[in-house]
């Protein structure tokens, strides 16, 4: 994030005693990104943060893919993905089935009501966007309260896990990076301090609440890691809870914000695409399009034009509100349209006359852009709607 921030007790200089009421030595951590050579946070623990009393393999849900063949966009239905009560027992992180993917980003979702075990992704960042429901985010941090429309970036290692809260099922759209998420780079300073021209600034950004200590003995934390063939995962057994920390200081720490707080760019004529960028990873982009006045010049057109992002596939999650372009193809809350690099793209057919005169689109919905192709994961067979690439050729 690079920005500083303090929580809970640590000592004036860093890599210094630092000592417990009773005399003993809390246990310092150094978290730190790109072999320390870029952000990180000081954590001073209770216990031995690297001590383990087993190990065991993690059976992650189905993490097999295959390839989009024939190539053709898709239109992915993520809401019968949950039938019925099955939410109840359902929790974040083991809940989640995997919906796209390939070697850099995976894409999933999940519907859920219990909470998570202790979980770290030692691959690289997560961004989860909080379709509907609410949470407490319960990480050695301190923890956040997320609702709906949140984005909650959680860095790599970071342990944590997910605790719903309330009657209501929490919905959340779960982006897995191999490399660290980060704000458009465009928008930041050579510091890393949002610039004036980007669309959220440091006041959106919510850090956790702090520290939250938990004593406690044995406890389980499950571990998402490289392996032959992918991703894998470990089960370890640790002799203490690790929510030891006493204090924690630094620039790297998860955060909440809010697609409400995002300010859209607009224009007299049709904006693209990086306009509405949010975050980027390691060969993808994070974009949103949320409600917003459209293009105002005299002989505008606001829907998109038809385009061809010749080194992306499109992933856009439809969240909520009226997306004009995807009127009369079935699209709905909860959707995901697929439109892959090599197939040109745009809004359904009437779409495009339809705009002319619209000042105001009330839509929201989430895009992944990826720079290599993505791979259709589980979750995709078992909620595709089979008519959708055929829907540009009916009137």
Known sequence: MAHYRQLGNVPRKRHTQHRTPEGGLYYEELMGEEGFFSDSSLLYHKGIPSAITAASVW????????????????????HELFQGAEWKNTDVVAGR????????????????????????NGLGDECVYVESGSAVVETVFGSLEVGQGDYVIVPRATTHRWVPVGDEPLRA??????????????????????????????????????????????VDVLVKHRGPGG??????????????????????????????????????????????????????????????????HPLSIPVPYYHSNVDSDEVMFYCGGNYEARKGSGIGQGSISLHPGGHTH??????????????????????????????????????????????????
């Open 97 to 120: 089935r995997l919906v796209l993917g390939n070697a850099d980003v995976r894409l999933s979702y999940v519907v859920a009501g219990a909470p998570s075990e202790l979980y770290r």
């Open 346 to 395: 745009g809004p359904q057919p009437g779409a495009y006359e339809r705009s002319i005169g619209v000042e105001f689109f009330d839509e929201l919905a989430v895009m992944v852009d990826t720079f290599r192709p993505l791979e259709l994961g589980e979750a995709a067979g078992a909620s595709e709607d089979p008519n959708y690439a055929w829907t540009w050729s009916r009137r």
């Open 231 to 296: 991703v894998v995962g470990t089960r370890y057994t640790v002799p203490h809870h690790p929510f030891d920390v006493v204090g924690w200081d630094g620039c790297l720490y998860p955060y909440a914000f809010n697609i409400a707080d995002f300010e859209p760019i607009t224009g007299r004529i049709h904006q693209p695409p990086p306009a509405h960028q949010v975050f980027e990873g390691n060969n993808f982009v994070i974009c949103n399009f949320v409600p917003r006045k459209v293009d105002y």
């Open 173 to 218: 759209y779960c982006i897995e990076a191999n490399s660290h998420i980060t704000p458009a780079r465009r928008y930041l300073s050579k510091y890393g301090q949002l610039l004036e021209h980007a669309p959220f600034c440091e006041r959106d950004l919510r850090g956790p609440v702090g520290p939250l200590v938990v004593d406690g003995g044995e």
């Open 59 to 78: 059976e992650l849900p189905d993490q097999s893919t295959t390839a989009n063949l024939p190539l053709i966009p898709r239109h992915l239905k993520l």
